[in-house]
C-alpha cells in the first residue's frame, strides 16, 4: 500500500512461497572477553539478502541495528567501523522487521537493508559468560525466476535508477557461493 503499487505490480505475485526460509538461531554461551576483543562473533555486521525479514527474539540482548543516517552506504569504509549501532532489546510480543537487499532495489533506494548484528548483551563485566540466545528468523524471498528492478513508485525518471533489473535465482546462487564456499 505505501508503495501504491497495482495488482499487477504487487510483490506478492513474486513471493509464492517456494524460497522462503525459516531459521532457528542458537548463540551459545561463551566469554564476553572473546567478543569483545573480536576474537569470536554472534552474527556480524550484514544485511540480509531477501526482500523482508521477521525476527522474533525474547530474554537475551545483543542485537544492534545500524543507524545508517550517519553513514554512506557506499563507501569505502566498512559500515561496521563507521555506523552508529542502536541496541534492540528483546521483547516476547514483538516482531522485528527487516528489508533485505532485494528490497532495497524494488525501491531503488527509498527502503533499505537494515544493516544489522548480534553482539554481547549489555550490561555484561568482563571475564563473565554471556548467556545463550535464541531467535527464529523468517526470510521472504522471490520466486528463483523473478525479475527485480525497481517498482514504478520508486523509479527515478529524471537521474536514472540507481539498479538495473537483477534475476533473483541467480542472485541468491552467487550470494550462496560468495557466503557459504570455503575460501
Known amino acids: 500500500m505505501a508503495l501504491k503499487l497495482g495488482d499487477n505490480e504487487s510483490l506478492r ?3 509464492l512461497g517456494t524460497q522462503h526460509v525459516t531459521s532457528f538461531n542458537h548463540y551459545p554461551s561463551l566469554p564476553i572477553d572473546l567478543l569483545r576483543a573480536g576474537e569470536a562473533a554472534r552474527s556480524p555486521c550484514h544485511s540480509d ?6 525476527l522474533f527474539q525474547r530474554g537475551v540482548s545483543g542485537l544492534e541495528i545500524a543507524d545508517m543516517s550517519s ?5 569505502s569504509v566498512p559500515v561496521e567501523k563507521t555506523a552508529t549501532f542502536i541496541p ?5 510480543e514483538a516482531i522485528i522487521v527487516f528489508g533485505g537487499y532485494l528490497m ?18 549489555r550490561g555484561l563485566e568482563g571475564g563473565v559468560e554471556t548467556p545463550e540466545r535464541y531467535s527464529i528468523v523468517f526470510f ?3 520466486e528463483r525466476a523473478t525479475m527485480v528492478k525497481p517498482v514504478s513508485s520508486c523509479e527515478n525518471h529524471k537521474d536514472g535508477n540507481t539498479y538495473g533489473p537483477i534475476n533473483a535465482g541467480k ?3 552467487k550470494k550462496r557461493r560468495d557466503v557459504y564456499s570455503p575460501l
Open 88 to 92: 534492540v532489546d528483546p521483547d516476547p
Open 171 to 173: 542472485y541468491f546462487d
Open 140 to 142: 521472504a524471498n522471490p
Open 13 to 15: 505475485q513474486h513471493h
Open 71 to 75: 553513514t554512506e552506504e557506499f563507501q
Open 104 to 121: 532495497t532495489r524494488w525501491t531503488n533506494r527509498r527502503w533499505r537493508g537494515a544493516v544489522h548484528r548480534v553482539t554481547a548483551p
Open 49 to 54: 539478502f531477501g526482500t523482508l525479514t521477521l
